[in-house]
């Protein structure tokens, strides 16, 4: 059942020891993990090549909160999770037992008692799956488990994330078996959907085989579209209660709530399977408690509990490459002072050399070396939500001009300001299309500079990880001696490239803020397609911003403010449908209407906000649609979001 480790792989992930692998799929592999408290976690780590993917991350996010909601008696509880993890990974109970398809193929298919047990487990799990706003889309044999106490069904939360979309799907996920129409069609998936994969289940439950069986998956596609089930074989009991699920009409198919309706309550039990399967479990149990009681079953000597497994040579090599350069920068920075040298790391064959290179701001050379491995590469668009930037720059970053003589403060996220030897220092994650590259470098950080700034100051930016569009961490110096400005933004970045490269401070609370959230990502397409426009995609405008551009503009800002006090709108509109919408004079007579909602209060009166504003001048007749686009979005955000007390 559990799969050992091999050499090299990690033995830690979270605060779970690790015990060994259960399986892999197309979404990733399942680790088998035991928490601090000795309870049993599978561990689900999505493949390398969906995270690369430019809008996973963020679709992760919203399915991996969601399904942490998802509760109940008959389904395996999302316990934990790392969506901000170099390979992102939830964790959810662990539950011994016999997965259905196992079940089946070796002790035959299940009897009448079994299979209503079993009928009752799959609707109280869609009914709570369901409830939180998921869809499991991937209900196969495979992820129902038998367990001692009655079914489970697992892998729900993260299927949709792959899928790429909120509302369309493909057969990308689940086997071809137990697809309704609709998936394998590639139509728009809804609850029913989850309804025909459990009717196909059951039938296979009681019949060993899927009812639309074909001699190829192509084969089986075309009867799931186009054929009646196969039947045939069945109880008049299990056709009953198969048939109205099975139904090509999503609209024809009972929810969860109809369907336990129609079983009737769950009668007393022991034992609700077969004797050879809790014989199986009884065996799983004995074998994971000798892995758990082993505090020694997963090490290998050697091996690196920091390092995540790689899913292929070339990241294996940026991985290891990535260590020892890290290891180089620690051990010279103990050692180094301003403008002193930073090693670079070289990797020859399978053998890795570690020597020093010597480039700064126009160093002296002491001879060529390998370009370094920009340690900020890491830094994607999230991490960068997350830096605390007047946190970096607490202590001075220019020793010659003395201490802050105005400390550093900030009013947003991504931004810092301070005084310091007659200079003023602003710092922004911002975008950097304006920055040009002259091959300036410090300890393998690529500092751009400033290409549009006049003479009254002096910019320059650290670039991190690739994003679209390019942001970076911005430096910009003004002061009374302009002939000395540049030099004084070197010295900044260069330290402030150290300070970030040593490991960027977070934001107090990240977890829980609304300053790690990708504002791109929390509007559903189907509210653009109504609000915005068809086939409108949204963009980052700055760190914590999201434009969308059609015939206006609409911008969704996450902010830090004073905390916000109710406005009275005096004038209604009745739009019909139940749409109601308030405005001021002012909005009547402006091209722009901005709607603002609270998400949490913050400490010193401060409070975490979203914002939504409006510009559509070719609405000036209907300044009320304007507000009803942007009360929309806004409440569609709020929504999207994570619950906080």
Not at 355 to 379: I, K, M, Q, R, S
């Amino acid at each position: 059942m559990v799969t050992p480790l091999a050499r090299d792989e990690p033995t830690q992930i979270g605060r779970y020891r690790l015990l060994g692998e259960l399986g892999s799929g197309g979404l990733g592999r399942v680790l088998l993990g035991v928490g601090p408290d000795g309870r049993l976690v599978a561990i689900k780590q999505v493949h390398r090549h969906l995270v690369a993917e430019p809008d996973f991350l963020p679709r992760f996010r919203r399915e991996v909160r969601t399904s942490v909601q998802v509760s109940g008696a008959f389904t395996a509880a999302v316990v934990d999770f790392d969506v901000e993890a170099e390979v992102p990974w939830l964790a959810s109970v662990f539950v011994p037992g016999v997965p259905l398809d196992k079940a089946v193929e070796n002790y035959g298919p299940l009897t009448s008692d079994e299979l209503h047990k079993l009928a009752i487990g799959l609707a109280s799990a869609l009914q709570a799956i369901h409830g939180v706003g998921l869809i499991h889309r991937d209900l196969v044999p495979a992820n129902v488990i038998l367990a001692e106490d009655g079914p489970r069904v697992i892998d729900f939360g993260i299927t949709r994330a792959a899928e790429g979309g909120s509302e369309h799907t493909g057969p990308i996920a689940g086997s071809p078996a137990f697809m309704s129409p609709e998936q394998a069609q590639s139509l728009p998936l809804t609850p029913a959907g989850d309804m025909f994969s459990l009717g196909a289940v059951l039938a296979m439950a009681a019949g060993g085989a899927s009812p639309f069986a074909g001699s190829s998956p192509r084969h089986t596609l075309h009867n799931i579209v186009h054929t009646e089930p196969d039947l045939s074989g069945l109880p008049p009991e299990v056709r009953e209660l198969v048939s109205p699920c099975l139904s090509k009409d999503p609209q024809e198919r009972p929810t969860p709530a109809q369907l336990l309706d129609f079983l009737g309550p769950l009668p007393p039990q022991h034992r609700p399977w077969s004797a050879q399967v809790h014989k199986e479990i009884r065996e799983q149990e004995a074998e994971l408690s000798a892995l758990r009681a082993d505090p020694n079953a997963t090490q290998a000597t050697g091996a690196d509990p920091a390092r995540y497994p790689e899913a292929s040579s070339v990241d294996a090599f940026e991985q290891r490459l990535q260590a020892l350069v890290e290891i180089q920068r620690a051990s010279s920075l103990r050692r180094r002072r301003k403008r002193a040298l930073i090693g670079a790391a070289a990797v020859v064959a399978l053998l890795v050399v570690v020597f020093a290179g010597t480039a700064l701001f126009g160093g002296d050379d002491e001879g060529p070396a390998e370009p370094a491995v920009n340690p900020l590469a890491a830094l994607n668009l999230t991490k960068l939500r997350s830096i605390d930037l007047c946190a970096a720059v607490k202590d001075p970053l220019v020793s010659s001009l003395g201490a802050w003589t105005k400390a550093p403060s900030s009013t947003q996220w991504g931004t810092c300001a301070g005084e310091s030897g007659g200079y003023q220092f602003d710092f922004d994650i911002k975008r950097v299309e304006g920055y040009r590259d002259n091959g300036k470098t410090v300890a393998g950080v690529p500092v751009l500079e400033d290409a549009t700034g006049g003479t009254d100051s002096c910019g320059r930016a650290l670039f991190p990880a690739k994003t679209d569009p390019q942001f970076g961490i911005a430096v910009r110096v003004k002061g009374a001696k302009s002939d000395t400005l540049c030099g004084v933004a070197d010295e900044a970045a260069t330290e402030l490239a150290h300070r970030i490269s040593e490991g960027p401070p977070q934001l107090p609370n990240i977890r829980n803020s609304l300053a790690r959230q990708d504002p791109c990502a929390l509007v559903d397409s189907v509210v653009v397609k109504l609000n915005i426009g068809d086939q409108v995609r949204g963009a980052p405008d700055q760190l914590h911003t999201c434009k969308w551009t059609s015939t206006g503009t609409v911008t969704l800002a996450l902010e830090r403010s004073k905390a916000l006090t109710p406005t009275e709108k005096p004038i209604p509109f009745d739009l019909g449908g139940g749409n109601f919408v308030f405005l001021d004079e002012a909005e009547l007579g402006s091209p722009t209407c901005v709607r603002r909602g609270q998400y949490r209060a913050i400490d010193g009166g401060d409070a975490e906000v979203v914002s939504v504003q409006v510009d559509n001048p070719t609405l000036a007749e209907h300044p009320e649609f304007r507000c009803l686009a942007a009360q929309q979005v806004l409440q569609n955000v709020l929504d999207n979001l994570p619950q906080v007390s």
